[in-house]
């Protein structure tokens, strides 16, 4: 187990044409706890990589999502949730779905100059751009990279609509953009809180904000006047689903209007990476666990189709479903899902060297 990293191994990627794995051939003493004495380092650096992508927006026609455009200013994620479902993204690049992900980071440091070109296009229509659709925008490297804020600046002085989905308590830093777009309807926050106990988010999302931060920061956003929400996400049975509504009532004071959430899910090599880290944190109840899983996924660990991956089906799923409607009845959240954004305002501003137009 490697400190303030979320996976427990580093298994090859699904489209490696070569697999390894470790085994004791009793060379090393019993008891090797250091990667001298032949055992793993406590700790595993974050590397950085560029990215050259020569594009910057991503598009999609899932009728699960509420938006079509989407940008990931990077990929991995240095939180380290292990469940998170963007995990096997990094065998594209023939790295690991597990540590890996959390530690070989690409950045993408032409992302607010290929935007500009995108939206300068004269083909292009504007919608909903969200930041934050696979990997988080606010990670720990965008204290100092500022790709996300670069990206927002440039969605400022376009008038573009933004919404936000995020773990980290960085976005609080870009209040004075986020605010400055949402006086016209052009931005929104998601603020994505799984648990309020600090021992289970240090196991299960370590490098993320804690529920505390990140319920200050629902606090601050909602007071700059920026509509929030809180996203309960994911649902995982016998974990952490009894918080539902002790984490929807704390997001509620804290300012947060609409509310959603999430079924865990366990696409490709995230159903491994998920049981191991049950075995290894929380081995009395991974049996059960799992069970629940597959009772709310068709007998498997994963359901891909749309209209019931977010969701779940059978009995345990529509507990949850109605546990949550309740919740957010007795609490007056104003309905579920992220507010709608306007379009109207889109607008291209004069580039240097362009010509000015004649006053009439």
Partial sequence: MIKGRGAVSNPAGRFELRRSEAADDGWYPDGADSADEGGEPERLKTTLHVDQSRSIIARNESPDLPFSQTINPYRGCEHGCIY??????????N???GLDFETQLYYKPQAAALLEAELRKPG???????????TDPYQPIERELKITRSLLEVMQRFRHPVGIVTKGALV??????L?????????HVALSITTLDPALKRTLEPRAASGAARLRVLRRLSDAGIPTMVLF???????????MESVLAAARDAGARRASYIM????????????????????????HVLSLVEQMRGGKLNDPRFGSRMKGEGQYAAIVEQRFRIACRRLGFDGAGLQGLRCDAFTVPAAAGDQLRLAL
């Fill in 95 to 97: 790295l690991s779905s």
């Fill in 84 to 93: 998170c479902f963007a995990r096997p993204s990094h065998g594209y690049l």
């Fill in 172 to 177: 609080e830093r870009d209040i004075d953009l």
């Fill in 179 to 187: 605010q400055d777009l949402a006086k016209d309807g052009l931005a």
């Fill in 264 to 287: 865990l899910r366990l696409p490709y090599e995230v159903k491994d990476l998920f049981r191991e880290w049950l075995e290894t944190h929380a081995p009395l109840k991974a049996a």
């Fill in 233 to 243: 996400s994911p649902v995982i049975p016998f974990v952490n689903d009894a918080e």
């Fill in 124 to 134: 292009y229509r504007c919608a909903v751009i969200s930041l934050g659709a696979s």
